[in-house]
């Protein structure tokens, strides 16, 4: 019983952390805000790519954190891992170090476990209650508030991220 409650504790948790690094990196890349416009370009992507992987971004968090939907949330998860495993090969490739590589791969371990820990409903093949109407309440209501808490966060996470690229060498001096 103990492992259980265990288990769904630790499952929530770090699903709870990766929506959160969804919600605010989608809503970072769908607003191209410096940050991302500086790592694009450190990296060699072009700029679109920002627009792009923000709608998977905000498509992976909702997919994760509704009712129901076994399939893709395991298409969700697999676009997780891709998405920040992909991260760490490409600041590998320019040759960035752990401070740069280090997150993503620390999220790409987060959303494993989240995977892992996931409860039987929650896995292909199972057979899950009906999510009605009120099931869908909580999620959205969550993803409503981190998108709301990201957004209003942002000019501080801005300036925050500016002075990260600085201290990796990305970009020169203080912000203009």
């Not at 492992?3 to 690094?21: G, K, L, P, Q």
């Not at 476990?113 to 896995?123: E, F, V, Y």
């Not at 009120?134 to 801005?158: C, H, K, M, N, Q």
Request: glycine content about 10%; aromatic content about 12%.
């Amino acid at each position: 019983m103990t492992t259980n409650r265990t288990r769904r504790t630790a499952f929530w948790i770090i699903t709870f952390v990766i929506v959160a690094e969804l919600t605010a990196g989608s809503l970072w890349n769908l607003l191209t805000i410096g940050w991302i416009e500086i790592q694009l370009q450190h990296l060699g992507y072009p700029l679109f790519f920002a627009y792009i992987l923000g709608v998977a971004q905000a498509a992976a968090a909702a997919a994760i954190i509704a009712p129901g939907l076994p399939v893709l949330k395991e298409w969700a998860y697999a676009g997780c891992f891709f998405l920040w495993s992909g991260a760490v090969v490409s600041h590998l490739v320019v040759g960035d170090g752990v401070r740069a590589w280090g997150p993503p791969l620390m999220f790409a371990v987060l959303a494993v476990a989240s995977w892992a820990l996931r409860p039987a409903g929650r896995r292909v093949g199972a057979r899950p209650p009906v999510a009605g109407a009120r099931a869908w309440i909580v999620p959205t209501g969550l993803l409503a508030v981190l998108f709301a808490v990201s957004y209003v966060t942002l000019p501080v996470a801005e300036v925050v991220m500016h002075g990260f690229a600085v201290e990796l060498g990305w970009i020169d001096g203080p912000r203009p």
